[in-house]
T-cell receptor
């Protein structure tokens, strides 16, 4: 089954404790992206990657890191989480150039930073 | 930059009626527009897209209309069903933005039986 898998789905952590949200897709997609969703603000892009070893900042990259060492995986790293990073996070992927709007989203990871 | 707004936060519609969800965008250089549906507890799901060289595109029970003159985008759902209850987002890609999409805040559609 074609899917984007995120882990963990739910996480409560404390300020400053490094965490990683994993994202994996099984569709051989070139393009992957991370979004955060907050009430009233819609989906905002954090980082995206056009292909392996190619990453770029989205609209709200501060406080986040990403890597793309393999085509299927695109982890989101919070080196020192803060309460304003409490949010619902979505990973998404698409075929790539010309098709980047047809995003396949994961089920979401709800993160709470205390 | 790009800002994307929606005309109504919530749309209540009778089952069987048609739904129209609207979206306004600010950047006239935007060239690609997409609608997503997000059901409760799930990630957004691609519905339909349209490029700036088109005014209208139809899918299964859905139609997207693009009015570039007034920078307005709409999604029409025919014969709305209970399964259409969800939050609908428009997303816009400015031509010079590479692969960055700007999402609107979402409209919740409630289908009444």
């Amino acid at each position: 089954e074609a899917q984007v898998t995120q882990n963990p789905r739910y996480l409560i952590t404390v300020t400053g404790k490094k965490l990683t949200v994993t994202c994996s897709q099984n569709m051989n997609h070139e393009y992957m992206s991370w979004y955060r969703q907050d009430p009233g603000l819609g989906l905002r892009q954090i980082y995206y990657s056009m292909n392996v070893e190619v990453t770029d900042k989205g609209d709200v990259p501060e406080g986040y890191k990403v890597s793309r060492k393999e085509k299927r995986n695109f982890p989101l790293i919070l080196e020192s989480p803060s309460p304003n990073q409490t949010s619902l996070y979505f990973c998404a992927s698409s075929l790539g150039t010309g098709r980047t709007g047809e995003l396949f989203f994961g089920e979401g990871s709800r993160l709470t930073v205390l | 930059g790009e800002s994307v707004g929606l005309h109504l936060p919530t749309l209540s519609v009778q089952e069987g009626d048609n739904s129209i969800i609207n979206c306004a965008y600010s950047n006239s250089a935007s060239d690609y527009f997409i609608w997503y549906k997000q059901e409760s507890g799930k990630g957004p799901q691609f519905i339909i897209d349209i490029r700036s060289n088109m005014d209208k595109r139809q899918g299964q029970r859905v139609t997207v209309l693009l009015n570039k003159t007034v920078k307005h985008l709409s999604l029409q759902i025919a014969a709305t069903q209970p399964g259409d209850s969800a939050v609908y987002f428009c997303a816009v890609r400015p031509k010079a933005a590479g692969n960055k999409l700007t999402f609107g805040g979402g409209t919740r559609v409630l289908v009444k039986p």
